[in-house]
Nanobody
Framework: QVQLVESGGGSVQVGGSLKLSCYAG????????MAWFRQGPGKEREGVAT???????TYTDSAKGRFTISKDNAKDTLYLQMTGLKPGDTAMYLC??????????????????WGQGTQVTVS
């Protein structure tokens, strides 16, 4: 059963923007920590950003200054606003709930519920 549902991916030109959404439902959206991950072609999955309570955020170095993670509890939805997109951002983007420390360094170890992903292609 799919717990989280991502949307908003697509093909965009270099320098363009996209806003990804992750509908998590009431239970999952109120978890202490949620995160965005991505997996590019031939690459390992990497954490992109985390958001904890009360809205504390962390970003991987390549995302700092370009991506913004946010959450709207009224809509049970997690977002990732991406600007200044580069070919290196091409990947499947997945959202997840984190059951442990809200840190990119260990987020993948503590991710328990995942979406199926949304593809982002930058060219």
């Amino acid at each position: 059963q799919v717990q989280l549902v991502e949307s908003g991916g697509g093909s965009v030109q270099v320098g363009g923007s996209l806003k990804l959404s992750c509908y998590a439902g009431y239970e999952h959206s109120r978890r202490y920590c949620m995160a965005w991950f991505r997996q590019g072609p031939g690459k390992e999955r990497e954490g992109v950003a985390t958001i904890g309570d009360p809205g504390t955020t962390t970003y991987t170095d390549s995302a700092k200054g370009r991506f913004t993670i946010s959450k709207d509890n009224a809509k049970d939805t997690l977002y990732l606003q991406m600007t200044g997109l580069k070919p290196g951002d091409t990947a499947m983007y997945l959202c997840a709930t984190i059951s442990g420390p809200c840190s990119l360094a260990v987020a993948a170890l503590w991710a328990d519920y995942w979406g199926q992903g949304t593809q982002v292609t930058v060219s």
